[in-house]
Nanobody, 116 residues
Framework: QVQLVESEGGLVQPGGSLRLSCAAS????????MSWYRQVPGKERELVAS????????SYTDSVKGRFTISRDNAKNTVYLQMNSLKPEDTAVYYC?????????WGQGTQVTVSS
């Protein structure tokens, strides 16, 4: 059974930091590109960051470049998203996802709220 389980998000003050993790099981994690997406009500889901199978290549949407870092530990079947200098516009439900060709798996999502 495939599972992607995100850590709890939470409420963070502007300028603060938060690290999300996503633990995977039920598929060969090290062969999948892993990504983080986010979504706010009324808007399309947005790709935030992706990391290649071995972790050697990463990409980010422009709005988070220099603030967010995606990483993975294939020994632990876990992908991370370190979020620094958080802004109110980062408020969203964050999802992790794994993709390999036509296969994709999604986590259940975790709420991140940036507010004073």
């Amino acid at each position: 059974q495939v599972q992607l389980v995100e850590s709890e998000g939470g409420l963070v003050q502007p300028g603060g930091s938060l690290r999300l993790s996503c633990a995977a099981s039920g598929f060969t994690f090290s062969t999948y590109t892993m990504s983080w997406y986010r979504q706010v009500p009324g808007k399309e889901r947005e790709l935030v960051a992706s990391i290649s199978e071995a972790g050697g290549s990463t990409s980010y949407t422009d709005s988070v470049k220099g603030r967010f870092t995606i990483s993975r530990d294939n020994a632990k079947n876990t992908v991370y998203l370190q979020m620094n200098s958080l802004k109110p516009e980062d408020t969203a439900v964050y999802y992790c996802a794994g993709s390999l060709g036509s296969y994709s798996y999604w986590g259940q999502g975790t709420q991140v709220t940036v507010s004073s």
